[in-house]
């Protein structure tokens, strides 16, 4: 016995001494013995988190359902009435009186993670993963950039697409009009190997430079490995005004069609449309697709007004690779003339808000005021196509309103955190303060679904968007009366409030509406 061995040094240290001495001495023989046999106690799950008493809406759109959600190493260790076991749990919040669902996921959103990673405008509002990569702009090294990425810590989990402008300039293809095959073949060979280094898909912005210059041929060829891989091709398409969106939509579907990817829209809007029939019409062009067997989808945000630079109003022949100064000189009067029309096709001066210095805060129209000139010679002359960025009023709410209802259609921000554009810092929280609270325009299993799961199954995204046993520990818990998306055009850097309980892989980083500084993203990428 462990006590006989040690029984002369009674004599040395005293029969006190020795007593604590082989208790210390017997205590860990026993614990050296059960971990030698194994104890069934230590196999059974620690759970680190246990939310108890909520309702859960699963991000499927099923009805909602009382019950209990146990959380261990960052995923959904169980689901139902866990009240009996809560002493298996570091810690419980009660939920009572609150909804428990899944992590928002921005389909389209902009930002970087290495400059900016805390992404507190994002989560604020319930976004737990948001995807990057978007109008044709994206990292060059998919791999490379998700080790950053990881290093960076970044407050949302990160997914990414490769982009198709990037990846022409990568080619050294960059605004030509007809590539070689060669070409070709180089840009295809790059769009395979993002896909292997983990991108959801390929994304175009067909109405940007250098996409605007690619044709259908080339869109289909890059589409292939997309396909192949599983991914879907995401897209600013080349045009969203209303007497050109429907050969825009056309040609995606053919790039669908002819590649065999699934196909998506970005930020589906009509801009200058007007009506609940007009959204009708270009969602039966899309549902007709579908049933001709072409995968698609679009993502949508909730404003009329939509943010980009200032080029959207200038012609091409008035951007590279056409020389600005030139084009001044020699035709001066009929870019006039031009931004005249655009302008006034776009609501007027007073519908494009500028978001960038000196002019922030001012429409178009009063700039034009106080220096005491015509707008159109304001932008020819003081900004260029290159010069601003600016939100612009021209969508109509009832057209906008019934493409958002459609069950093919998700949420998205297309916002970033220094965006002076509210749906960067309110878009998640307005769809649940507005259209299910205020308008009842969606229920809320049906809100949360599009915010949810129908984004993760769409990109592909692994065992995310749902709350499910085996599924990523991404959470909300708050009152859905209580949410309110403070941003506005005017003050757009206000964060979104009611979501009590913000958690990301298992951890909690926003809690009763304060973040505590912990940081739990991952770069995330496609499902095999």
């Known amino acids: 016995m462990i006590a006989d061995q040690v029984a002369p040094l009674a004599q040395k240290v005293g029969v006190a001494m020795y007593a604590r001495f082989a208790h210390w001495l017997l205590v860990a023989f026993l614990a050296a013995h059960v971990l030698a046999a194994g104890d069934d106690r230590a196999e059974l799950a620690r759970w680190d988190l246990v939310i108890t008493n909520g309702v859960v809406l699963d991000g499927t759109g099923s009805p909602q359902f009382h019950a209990d959600i146990a959380i261990a190493d960052g995923m959904i260790a169980e689901i139902g009435d866990l009240k009996a076991r809560l002493s298996d749990a570091a810690r419980v919040i009660d939920a009572d009186g609150m909804v428990v669902t899944p992590g928002f996921i921005d389909a389209h959103a902009h930002g970087d993670p290495l400059k900016t990673p805390g992404f507190e405008n994002f989560l604020a509002m319930g976004v737990t993963t948001i995807c990057l990569g978007q109008d044709g702009d994206s990292p060059e090294n998919i791999a490379a950039w998700m080790t950053d990425v990881a290093k960076a810590r970044p407050g949302t989990n990160i997914a990414v697409f490769i982009g198709h402008g990037t990846v022409r300039d990568s080619a050294g293809v960059g605004i030509k009009e007809n590539p070689s095959q060669d070409e070709i073949a180089k840009m295809r060979n790059l769009v395979a190997e993002g896909m292997l280094q983990g991108a959801l898909g390929m994304t175009t912005g067909l109405e940007y430079q250098p996409g605007s210059f690619a044709k259908i041929d080339e869109l289909v060829e890059l589409a292939k490995p997309v396909a192949r891989a599983g991914g879907l091709v995401m897209s ?86 056409y020389d600005y100064k030139d084009v001044l000189r020699e035709r001066r009067s009929e870019l006039g003339d031009y931004l005249r ?27 034009a005021r106080e220096l005491g000139k015509p707008f159109e010679d304001v932008l020819m002359d003081d900004i260029g196509p290159r010069g601003a960025s600016a939100a612009y009023f021209v969508m109509d709410e009832e057209l906008q309103s019934r493409l958002l209802a459609d069950d093919h259609v998700m949420l998205s921000s297309d916002g970033r955190p ?63 009366q209580s949410v309110v998306d403070n941003a506005t055009f005017d003050k757009p850097h206000r964060l979104a409030s009611g979501f009590d309980y913000v958690i990301v892989n298992g951890r909690i980083v926003r809690e009763k509406g304060r973040f ?13």
């Open 516 to 528: 505590n500084g912990q940081r739990a993203g991952m770069p995330l990428k496609r499902a095999s």
């Open 341 to 367: 029309r655009r302008v006034a096709q776009r609501n007027g001066p007073s519908a494009t808000l500028f978001g960038t210095e000196p002019w922030v805060g001012k429409t178009l129209e009063q700039v």
């Open 418 to 480: 220094a965006m002076r554009h509210p749906r960067g810092y309110g878009s998640f929280a307005r769809v649940i303060h507005k259209f299910v609270i205020q308008d009842k325009l969606l229920t809320l299993e049906n809100a949360i679904r599009k915010m949810s799961g129908l984004t993760a199954e769409t990109l592909n995204l692994d065992r995310r968007g749902r709350i499910a046993a085996g599924y990523h520990a991404d959470l909300l818990i708050f009152k859905p």
């Open 236 to 321: 600013h398409m080349r045009s969203e005004d209303d007497d050109a969106i429907d050969g825009a939509l056309d040609e995606l579907l053919t790039q669908g069609m002819k590649s065999g990817c699934p196909v998506h829209v970005s930020h589906i809007k009509v801009t200058y449309g007007h009506g609940k029939a007009r959204a009708e019409r270009l969602l039966a062009k899309m549902a007709e697709a579908r049933a001709a067997g072409i995968k698609v989808t679009a993502d949508i945000y909730p404003y009329t007004a939509s943010y980009t630079g200032i080029a959207i109003v200038f012609p091409d022949w008035a951007k590279p690779p």
